[in-house]
């Protein structure tokens, strides 16, 4: 399998805010759960953390927990919202529902980024979210040459980027604004202070 191409120049993204099923620690991926009240409130802080923020267009994935994300962000900053499946989160098959902390004790597993190497049959491929993830970044970038993209999506999905892209997993939390920053021939990933 030939390397991913990557993305032409650097992008903004932001993990959805909370949902239920996030605060009780279980695999989300596909399940359309909505916003609780403290992921509202997350939006509603990454919204004004970006206000100083020159965005041009945000990008966000169909699941209800992104697209209200982006929604009240866009409603702050009065920006032009797409969506785009290539940003959806990680199908986890029938890992969803369950436990992340009890499936890793399950299998054996100290750290989140091996959680890869458990993925189930009835789910998505890891190395399949890297090549939609960054091809639809690609296709956005590209397609809207002089914008600042923000892309809301989910941990999954930003994980599979920075891993392609640095070479390494992150400290992602919901609602705090990441840029995946092009240095040279490398990427960085830093918070947006």
């Known amino acids: 399998m030939k390397p991913l191409a990557a993305p032409s120049r650097s992008f903004l993204c932001l993990r959805h805010g909370a949902t239920d099923w996030n605060r009780q620690g279980l695999f989300q991926g596909r399940t359309?759960?909505?916003?609780?009240?403290?992921?509202?409130?997350?939006a509603q802080a990454a919204a004004r953390r970006l206000q100083p923020v020159r965005l041009d267009h945000i990008v966000t994935s169909p699941l209800v927990r992104a697209a209200k994300t982006a929604e009240i962000i866009a409603a702050a900053c009065s920006k032009p919202v797409s969506t785009d499946d290539g940003i959806t989160e990680c199908d986890f098959g029938s890992l969803e529902?369950?436990?992340?902390?009890?499936?890793?004790?399950?299998?054996?597993?100290?750290?989140?980024?091996?959680?890869?190497?458990?993925?189930?049959?009835?789910?998505?491929?890891?190395?399949?979210?890297?090549?939609?993830?960054?091809?639809?970044?690609?296709?956005?970038?590209?397609?809207?040459?002089?914008?600042?993209?923000?892309?809301?999506?989910?941990?999954?999905?930003m994980q599979s980027l920075a891993s392609a892209l640095c070479g390494r997993w992150f400290d992602n939390r919901h609602?705090?604004?990441?840029?995946?920053?092009?240095?040279?021939?490398?990427?960085?990933?830093?918070?947006?202070?």
């Not at 091996?114 to 590209?142: F, H, M, N, Q």
């Not at 604004?177 to 947006?192: I, K, L, Q, S, Y």
Request: net charge negative.
């Open 175 to 193: 609602g705090t604004p990441f840029r995946f920053a092009r240095t040279g021939d490398g990427w960085n990933v830093e918070e947006v202070a």
């Open 32 to 42: 359309d759960n909505p916003l609780n009240d403290d992921g509202i409130a997350q």
């Open 97 to 157: 529902g369950i436990s992340i902390r009890g499936a890793m004790a399950e299998h054996g597993i100290g750290a989140m980024e091996e959680l890869v190497s458990i993925l189930p049959p009835d789910g998505e491929a890891w190395s399949s979210v890297s090549t939609r993830a960054l091809y639809c970044v690609r296709k956005w970038l590209d397609h809207l040459p002089q914008a600042n993209i923000l892309f809301v999506c989910h941990d999954a999905v």
